[in-house]
């Protein structure tokens, strides 16, 4: 009797293994089917989530990008400056019997009125009236006013300007006077002399302000008229006179002849 129960229940056990065989075989569709919204949802949100993703790093990268560009317009600033003030060295060095100190220029003038620059050396620093102020490429005036911080250049081109000057090139004396614009005008040179455009004028070392030999101007034109026993020469200035930021103020001893104002 008992083994007949066993058997039984083996029987049923087998039938009901089969019975729950076919039904889940019958049901995989349908739960595949159910099922099918979340997966879709997952997969979406798994996909929006690297969107996000990406477009995070894009917009990192960008600004990244963006910083290094202006660090680099930095160090390309940093580059050219080093360059001028090696360039202002090196003139300085042309000068050995003068002392020289690099100032920074804090403001300027350029009416027709007067020409002139305000650098951050004055009395404190122990600039004199009269020094020189050159840049790397030429004159570019003199120190006509001083206060204890700060002192005031008259460039070259102001029309209260006479530099005494001479032909590199032939050793012809002559002055060169600001007009109140960006040409200079190089007087008495005798119509008779050997100029031609392209010379460059230098200081000639006579009056006792600027010494011998600093670049000053490129002649630009020369007029011979017949009745006039001087050439009409205009000259342009070879410093940089309204892009310099950086120039080099000439200790020595000069005659003094200008004012002292107060800041």
């Known amino acids: 009797m008992f083994s007949i129960v066993l058997m039984v229940t083996d029987h049923y056990t087998q039938l009901m293994d089969n019975v729950r065989s076919v039904l889940l075989t019958a049901l995989d569709p349908i739960e595949k089917v159910a099922t099918a919204p979340q997966d879709i949802y997952k997969w979406l949100s798994q996909d929006f989530n690297t969107l996000s993703q990406l477009e995070n790093d894009k917009q990192q990268l960008e600004t990244e990008n963006l910083l290094l560009k202006a660090q680099l317009q930095q160090l390309n600033k940093y580059k050219i400056e080093v360059t001028r003030l090696n360039a202002l060295l090196g003139t300085a060095s042309q000068i050995p019997k003068n002392t020289s100190q690099i100032a920074s220029v804090i403001g300027y003038s350029d009416s027709p009125l007067a020409h002139f620059l305000v650098v951050n050396r004055g009395q404190l620093e122990k600039v004199k009236l009269n020094s020189p102020v050159i840049d790397a490429q030429g004159l570019i005036g003199k120190v006509n006013q001083l206060s204890l911080n700060s002192g005031r250049v008259l460039l ?12 590199q090139r032939t050793g012809q004396r002559g002055i060169l006077t600001g007009t109140g614009n960006d040409k200079l005008l190089l007087e008495y040179i005798p119509n008779s002399s050997s100029i031609i455009i392209g010379d460059i004028v230098e200081t000639s070392g006579l009056g006792g302000i600027f010494p011998e030999g600093i670049p000053v101007a490129k002649v630009a034109s020369l007029q011979n008229w017949d009745d006039q026993p001087y050439f ?27 004012e002292v104002f107060h800041d």
């Not at 009409?232 to 005659?255: D, G």
């Open 232 to 258: 009409e020469i205009y000259a342009q200035a070879l410093a940089n006179l309204h892009i310099s930021n950086k120039v080099l103020i000439l200790q020595q001893p000069v005659p003094t002849s200008g």
């Open 156 to 167: 070259i081109t102001d029309p209260d300007s006479q530099v005494p000057v001479r032909i």
